[in-house]
């Protein structure tokens, strides 16, 4: 086996997945918005409990549809490479990879001076804590702040990243 196929097809992975991902999502919302919210709802509902329920609805089936879009797109460009995906493992690792993303970003924004720690035992986690934290956010803290990458296309990739996760860390097989 050649060393640039698994390059190729992790490659060409992230960009199908991220591709039909992105437009499949798009699709779901422009029908979610146009159809139900504008078309059905309009301002029939007031109520702030259905129309929180409504957005999580709607929002369930938008990242549904995305993530069933990716999933799908990174195993077209596995069966390109012959290469048999499976789909539970990559749909588990897809629906996780935004999530880990935004977890990610979110451990950037601690503010460690606000912790105040009432004893040294609580400062001593407090200090592992946070070069801990450190570590697991530094790749994130450089393509952000050196590389100049936009946070969305971080939200972007992160799905299809995350189902070539999920299939190539399959727990069972190891």
Request: aromatic fraction near 12%.
């Amino acid at each position: 086996m050649s060393q640039k196929k698994p390059i190729f097809l992790t490659i060409s992975q992230i960009v199908l997945g991220s591709a039909i991902g992105l437009a499949s999502g798009w699709v779901c919302r422009f029908i979610v918005e146009s159809l139900i919210w504008e078309g059905l709802i309009r301002d029939a509902v007031q109520h702030g409990f259905w129309v929180g329920l409504l957005l999580l609805i709607s929002f369930g089936l938008t990242y549904g549809c995305t993530i069933a879009g990716v999933t799908e797109g990174v195993r077209i460009a596995g069966r390109w490479f012959d290469v048999l995906i499976d789909r539970k493992n990559a749909y588990q690792g897809a629906f996780l990879g935004a999530p880990a993303i935004v977890a990610l970003m979110l451990l950037l924004d601690i503010h460690w001076d606000m912790l105040i720690a009432p004893n040294f035992l609580v400062s001593l986690l407090f200090a592992v804590a946070r070069v801990l934290v450190f570590i697991i956010s530094l790749p994130i803290y450089v393509l952000l702040e050196w590389v100049k990458c936009p946070p969305e296309l971080l939200y972007i990739l992160a799905p299809p990243i995350g189902a070539i996760l999920g299939y190539r860390l399959d727990w069972k097989r190891t």
